[in-house]
């Protein structure tokens, strides 16, 4: 029988290290919706909780500590020769990267908390429910884990469904265990010892870790991040998967620094912000790479100022008749400096080499822009001369 905890690793074996902890009573199909898109910049690996999905419950005895479960995370990455590795946890897979992160800070490069708390309610609770388990089986909580862990308009969703066989089919024994564990678990005191960078997620509508559990997280661990978000319960990363994506894509993204900074400053947080939200695992790639190549190299080059790199990306646009394109340009070239009037010269110019058509298109477009930004008259030059 495998001494090593059920994993699955996905991504370029030589890309930075990313473990991923599931909630209790899920496997690592929970992150099925996140995965690939991590996989793209990351060794993302996935690993299921002792009798849960492929772990054997032996790997966890009955009276266990959250130290315990850590120390086979610590054993997986060993098995796979990763030393250093961010880690990423929902509800009790994030308090194994909390303990992680206070005893074993030199593994830990960058920590994410969702839907979890430095101490999960009161242990006597903990030990019913493991005792509970271990008399009548995993089938009675299973049958009301989907109202504990979505909103009440997600709970007849497939993939709730999904989950709730995974909880159904998980080993009384190990899913005790784990129990035993959340019981024993504190770790108020020692989250001011958290050295690594900290990104903390809450599910407005989780009533297992409400808001408050993550505001205690972030309020004791320096310089932690804390997001809430909105029409999500306890299994954040499911109910709200592309939500959960793009902050963690955001908080991961020291590969791409200067690349997001000059993307925000050009063309706003606001539609940076929109384009995250809209990232799926099939267009993720697409956005690491105009973010890591577009704006962090071409952008950032010293050879030419924003100013100019506006107007050049102006007439491109022209030239390939994208106007939904333009619309977000015409917007960025007025952040870096250009007036109404120098984006009517680069038009004008533009009409001339890519052709008159072209540039009338290019001009309606600017107008409306202008128009809305209450940065031209609304009233045409017939009324104004009547």
Same mark, same amino acid.
């Given at each position: 029988?495998?001494?090593?905890?059920?994993?699955?690793?996905?991504?370029?074996?030589?890309?930075?290290?990313?473990?991923?902890?599931?909630?209790?009573?899920?496997?690592?199909?929970?992150?099925?919706?996140?995965?690939?898109?991590?996989?793209?910049?990351?060794?993302?690996?996935?690993?299921?909780?002792?009798?849960?999905?492929?772990? /054997?419950?032996?790997? &966890? *005895?009955?009276?266990?500590?959250? =130290?315990?479960?850590? +120390?086979?995370?610590?054993? $997986? @990455? %060993?098995?796979?020769?990763?030393?250093?590795?961010?880690?990423?946890?929902?509800?009790?897979?994030?308090?194994?990267?909390?303990?992680?992160?206070?005893?074993?800070?030199?593994?830990?490069?960058?920590?994410?908390?969702?839907?979890?708390?430095?101490?999960?309610?009161?242990?006597?609770?903990?030990?019913?429910?493991?005792?509970?388990?271990?008399?009548?089986?995993?089938?009675?909580?299973?049958?009301?884990?989907?109202?504990?862990?979505?909103?009440?308009?997600?709970?007849?969703?497939?993939?709730?469904?999904?989950?709730?066989?995974?909880?159904?089919?998980?080993?009384?024994?190990?899913?005790?265990?784990?129990?035993?564990?959340?019981?024993?678990?504190?770790?108020?005191?020692?989250?001011?010892?958290?050295?690594? /960078?900290?990104?903390? &997620? *809450?599910?407005?509508?989780?009533? =297992?870790?409400?808001? +408050?559990?993550?505001?205690? $997280? @972030? %309020?004791?661990?320096?310089?932690?991040?804390?997001?809430?978000?909105?029409?999500?319960?306890?299994?954040?990363?499911?109910?709200?998967?592309?939500?959960?994506?793009?902050?963690?894509?955001?908080?991961?993204?020291?590969?791409?620094?200067?690349?997001?900074?000059?993307?925000?400053?050009?063309?706003?947080?606001?539609?940076?912000?929109?384009?995250?939200?809209?990232?799926?695992?099939?267009?993720?790639?697409?956005?690491?790479?105009?973010?890591?190549?577009?704006?962090?190299?071409?952008?950032?080059?010293?050879?030419?100022?924003?100013?100019?790199?506006?107007?050049?990306?102006?007439?491109?646009?022209?030239?390939?008749?994208?106007?939904?394109?333009?619309?977000?340009?015409?917007?960025?070239?007025?952040?870096?400096?250009?007036?109404?009037?120098?984006?009517?010269?680069?038009?004008?110019?533009?009409?001339?080499?890519?052709?008159?058509?072209? @540039?009338?298109?290019?001009?309606?477009?600017?107008?409306?822009?202008?128009?809305?930004?209450?940065?031209?008259?609304?009233?045409?030059?017939?009324?104004?001369?009547?």
């Amino acid at each position: 029988m495998s001494t090593v905890l059920h994993h699955r690793a996905d991504g370029p074996a030589d890309a930075p290290a990313l473990l991923l902890g599931p909630s209790l009573g899920t496997t690592l199909a929970v992150w099925d919706a996140q995965a690939p898109a991590l996989a793209a910049t990351h060794r993302v690996v996935r690993w299921d909780l002792p009798g849960h999905g492929g772990s /054997p419950a032996t790997l &966890l *005895a009955a009276g266990a500590t959250v =130290a315990d479960l850590a +120390a086979r995370v610590l054993d $997986l @990455a %060993d098995h796979l020769g990763v030393d250093r590795f961010a880690y990423a946890g929902i509800s009790l897979g994030g308090a194994v990267g909390a303990h992680l992160a206070v005893h074993h800070p030199q593994r830990v490069t960058s920590l994410a908390l969702i839907c979890s708390s430095a101490r999960f309610g009161a242990p006597d609770a903990w030990r019913a429910r493991a005792a509970h388990v271990r008399t009548e089986g995993t089938g009675p909580l299973a049958d009301t884990a989907p109202g504990r862990w979505f909103t009440p308009a997600f709970t007849d969703e497939p993939v709730a469904r999904a989950l709730a066989a995974d909880h159904r089919a998980a080993d009384p024994q190990g899913y005790a265990a784990c129990c035993d564990a959340l019981a024993a678990f504190d770790l108020r005191a020692d989250l001011h010892l958290i050295t690594a /960078p900290t990104l903390v &997620l *809450a599910g407005r509508d989780d009533p =297992a870790t409400p808001p +408050a559990h993550a505001r205690e $997280l @972030a %309020d004791g661990i320096p310089g932690a991040t804390l997001t809430e978000i909105a029409r999500a319960s306890h299994l954040a990363p499911v109910e709200r998967p592309h939500a959960v994506l793009a902050a963690l894509r955001e908080h991961l993204g020291g590969q791409r620094p200067a690349g997001e900074r000059v993307r925000r400053a050009v063309l706003g947080d606001a539609h940076v912000d929109r384009a995250a939200a809209r990232t799926t695992a099939f267009t993720a790639p697409f956005q690491d790479f105009i973010t890591r190549y577009a704006w962090g190299d071409i952008w950032t080059r010293p050879g030419l100022d924003r100013r100019t790199r506006s107007c050049i990306t102006l007439t491109a646009l022209v030239a390939g008749g994208h106007h939904e394109e333009l619309v977000l340009h015409v917007r960025a070239a007025l952040r870096n400096g250009l007036t109404p009037e120098e984006i009517g010269e680069v038009l004008l110019q533009s009409a001339v080499y890519c052709g008159v058509p072209a @540039a009338n298109a290019a001009f309606a477009v600017a107008d409306r822009v202008l128009r809305d930004d209450h940065l031209l008259p609304d009233h045409p030059l017939d009324d104004r001369n009547s």
